[in-house]
């Protein structure tokens, strides 16, 4: 069974730094796409990153915000800095078959900025 933990969500000042993480488990994703992606309250899911053979980013996250994975562990990290209030949300993983379908997803980790 697939099955994708996040971890490192949590509470941070404006202009501060957090590192999600994203361990998948059940199968071996290394030729998938994996990504991030994140849910503000009262608004839709919007993507953030993804990274296959290459990295996308949303423009909103753009040199603030940085993808990266280990195939070793079957993990994909996001590495956020400059962290502002709008990037507070419920931030998900999910690993796909390329970079705009997803097959599998993670229960979530929220990430709260305070200005």
């Known amino acids: 069974q697939v099955q994708l933990v996040e971890s490192g969500g949590g509470l941070v000042q404006a202009g501060g730094s957090l590192r999600l993480s994203c361990a998948a488990s059940?199968?071996?994703?290394?030729?998938?796409?994996m990504g991030w992606f994140r849910q503000a309250p009262g608004k839709e899911r919007e993507f953030v990153a993804t990274i296959g053979s290459k990295t996308y980013y949303a423009d909103s996250v753009k040199g603030r915000f940085t993808i990266s994975r280990d195939n070793t562990k079957n993990t994909v990290y996001l590495q956020m800095n400059s962290l502002k209030p709008e990037d507070t949300a419920v931030y998900y993983c999910?690993?796909?078959?390329?970079?705009?379908?997803?097959?599998?997803w993670g229960q979530g980790t929220q990430v709260t900025v305070s200005s």
């Open positions: 999910a690993v796909g078959p390329n970079y705009s379908d997803y097959d599998y």
């Open positions: 059940g199968r071996t994703f290394s030729s998938y796409a």
